[in-house]
C-alpha cells in the first residue's frame, strides 16, 4: 500500500540518524553496553539456560542455539543490531527432516514487513520481502523478526533504543 511505502521511505531516514548517532562515542558506548550486558555468562558460561524436565527438548535447544545459531559468537552483534535499529531480521535456511540448518542475518534496510488482516479467516497474513527486489519474498518461518515492541507507533516494526534521543542528537 501507499502508506505502507511511505513508511519504508521514513524508516530508512530513521536509520541514517541512527548511523550518525552511534558515531557518536558516548552513544555507541551505550549500544555496547546493552550487547555486553544481554549476553553475559551465568557460573557454567552459558549465555542461555533451558530448562525442562525434557532432556531431548534441552539437547536440541542446546544445539541449536549454541551449534547452529552459534550465539557465542554472534548474539553480541545481534543484540546490538535490534537495539540500534529497533529490529533485526535473520533468513533461516531449513532443510526437510533436520530443521534450521543454517541463519544469516539480513541488514533491517533490506528486509520489509507488511502485515494484512484477513477478514474471512480473522488472520493476520505476514510476509517479508527482499527491499531491493520485492518480488523476492518469505514464508513467514524462513524469517526470524526481532523487534523492540515499546511502542505502537513503528508497528510492524520495532522501536530504536536510539528514538528517544534523537531529536535532542538532532539539534546538537
Not at 526437510?96 to 520489509?112: A, T
Request: charged share 30%.
Amino acid at each position: 500500500s501507499k502508506n505502507q511505502q511511505a513508511y519504508d521511505i521514513a524508516r530508512k531516514e530513521l536509520f541514517r540518524d541512527y548511523e550518525l548517532m552511534d558515531s557518536d562515542p558516548i552513544i555507541s558506548s551505550a549500544l555496547d553496553i546493552y550487547s555486553d550486558e544481554s549476553t553475559l555468562e551465568d557460573q557454567f558460561g552459558d549465555i542461555l539456560t533451558f530448562k525442562t524436565n525434557d532432556t531431548k527438548l534441552q539437547k536440541i535447544l542446546y544445539n541449536l542455539f549454541y551449534d547452529i545459531l552459534n550465539i557465542d559468537f554472534n548474539m553480541w552483534s545481534w543484540i546490538r543490531n535490534v537495539t540500534k535499529y529497533g529490529d533485526f531480521f535473520l533468513k533461516l535456511d531449513i532443510a526437510d527432516e533436520l530443521g534450521i540448518v543454517n541463519v544469516r542475518p539480513f541488514s533491517s534496510y533490506e528486509v520489509e514487513r507488511t502485515e494484512e488482516y484477513n477478514e474471512e479467516t480473522g488472520e493476520y497474513n505476514i510476509n517479508f520481502r527482499h527491499a531491493s527486489s520485492p518480488q523476492n519474498g518469505y514464508e513467514t518461518y524462513e524469517m526470524a523478526h526481532f523487534r523492540m515492541l515499546s511502542d505502537s507507533n513503528f508497528l510492524p516494526y520495532g522501536r530504536s533504543m536510539l528514538e528517544g534521543a534523537r531529536k535532542e542528537f538532532q539539534k546538537l
